[in-house]
């Protein structure tokens, strides 16, 4: 092999395993990220605020709130493509009114059904409910496809607090009061930090792999 393809190859070695090593500590540094949140998250989860409280916190998302008031009639909404142990279904939203504007409340899982055209008939209380639940973001789809939603369906695919306004024709709050009604505590991240640790150890397996690779193409080369 010539001198100019030798340093060719080199020059590529090199270059792959900085990517690889790069994309290792990125994945670390990542993991760590998520231990910390995970860790914020549950010492918050064992903190309940009252409404004010919630208004005067600029990151509220991880408490607990305690809210009382009036669900606002017809207002329900079905948060569409959740699925729960496998099946196809909605989370259900409904508005609370609230002296500072509606809140949307997650208020649970409900199976779709197979003809699409019909959503889940779902009693609203009467009177006035005690809630308790965690404060969580709004879900915002990471595509908008279809244009802008129909707003004569009470199908949606986000709780964006804009959305949620011009459906309900009210200043919504800028979070989710999620209920925990399946009995299963809400994570707030999809990738725990044990699948980057993962990811990071696979990318750091294929620098080392690369390297032994050209290490022994070089030698075979050289023999030859």
Do not use: C
Not at 167 to 190: A, D, I, K, N, S
């Amino acid at each position: 092999m010539s001198i100019g393809k030798s340093w060719g190859l080199l020059a590529l070695t090199l270059l792959m395993t900085m990517l690889m090593v790069t994309m290792g500590i990125w994945q670390l540094s990542r993991a760590d990220d998520k231990r910390q949140l995970l860790q914020e998250w549950q010492q918050r989860r064992d903190i309940a605020l009252d409404l004010d409280e919630t208004l005067a916190i600029d990151n509220p998302f991880g408490y607990r709130l305690e809210v009382s008031g009036l669900y606002l009639a017809g207002g329900d909404l079905f948060l569409d493509n959740q699925m729960h142990e496998g099946r196809a279904g909605y989370r259900l939203i409904r508005p609370l009114q609230t002296p500072y504007g509606l809140l949307a409340v997650d208020a649970g899982w409900w199976p779709a059904d197979p003809d699409r055209r019909r959503l889940p008939v779902v009693a609203v209380p009467e009177g006035p409910v005690q809630l308790n639940g965690v404060l969580v973001r709004p879900y915002r789809p990471p595509l908008s496809l279809g244009g802008a939603p129909d707003p004569q369906t009470r199908r949606i695919s986000g709780l964006d607090p804009d959305l949620l306004r011009a459906r309900w024709g009210q200043r919504t709050l800028p979070f989710v009061l999620r209920l925990e009604t399946e009995g299963t505590e809400w994570q707030p991240v999809v990738m725990g930090p044990e699948r980057h640790l993962g990811y990071a150890v696979q990318w750091f397996a294929m620098a080392l792999a690369v390297w032994v690779a050209a290490l022994v193409f070089y030698r075979r080369r050289h023999e030859t």
